[in-house]
């Protein structure tokens, strides 16, 4: 089993630009989370779902979109990126027992 | 809302010596506590956890994690460190009926040899 998967893992991106990160898991898991990793902050939540069709904002949801449409994937959308996005981001997923699964990562520079 | 806080960002221990990774906590009912450990360049990996029942949990590659109710903390723990352990570490609480969780700013953890 892959477990929890991120592509991209890196990505260089100019202001203004836009892109899809893609989070795929095959551990059947019913909710799946967006995170953001920045030096000293810890991570923050973005968006989270917690079933297919389903999606909802978390602590920093501005200048982010996502999209549940299959279970097994959860996409994060930055559709006019900002320097200020500049960071790590990290996508979870949560087994009936509360442990959440992380993927590898997806490092974005927005120059 | 809940919140957790890692009173140090850097602990140096000795290998061979015990170590602790020190967490308080804020919630509001009953708390569900975790602690991950995240590696170079890494996703972050589940090391253990306290919904309910003894105060003392034991979790992964050694380390163990105590539960205070008085103290509103939940310290991670291990006897003996090892090189190996040096890793950022984070104290994370459950946040809502999503199991959306509230993470600590880490505590980077370099053990020496």
């Known amino acids: 089993n892959a477990g929890v998967t991120q592509t991209p893992k890196f990505r260089v991106l100019k202001t203004g630009q836009s892109m899809t990160l893609l989070c795929a898991q095959d551990?059947?898991?019913?909710?799946m989370y967006w995170y953001r990793q920045d030096p000293g902050m810890g991570l923050r939540l973005i968006h989270y779902s917690v079933g297919e069709g389903t999606t909802a904002k978390g602590e920093v949801p501005d200048g982010y979109n996502v999209s549940r449409l299959k279970k097994q994937n959860f996409l994060l959308g930055l559709e006019s990126a900002a320097p200020s996005q500049t960071s790590v981001y990290f996508c979870?997923?949560?087994?009936?027992?509360?442990?959440?699964?992380f993927g590898p990562g997806t490092r974005l520079t927005v120059t | 809302a809940q919140s957790v806080a890692q009173p140090e960002d850097q602990v140096n221990v000795a290998e061979g010596n015990p170590l602790t990774v020190k967490c308080t906590y804020s919630v509001s009912g009953n708390p569900y506590l975790f602690w991950y450990v995240q590696y170079p360049n890494r996703g972050l990996q589940f090391l253990l956890k306290?919904?309910?029942?003894?105060?003392l949990v034991k979790g992964s590659y050694g380390f163990e994690a105590e539960f205070n109710k008085s103290q509103t903390s939940f310290h991670l723990k291990k006897p003996s460190a090892l090189v190996s352990d040096s890793a950022l570490y984070f104290c994370a609480v459950r946040e809502g009926s999503a199991r959306q969780l509230t993470f600590g700013s880490g505590t980077q953890l370099t053990v020496l040899p």
């Open positions: 306290y919904i309910t029942g003894d105060n």
């Open positions: 551990m059947n898991h019913e909710y």
């Open positions: 979870a997923t949560c087994a009936f027992t509360y442990e959440q699964y």
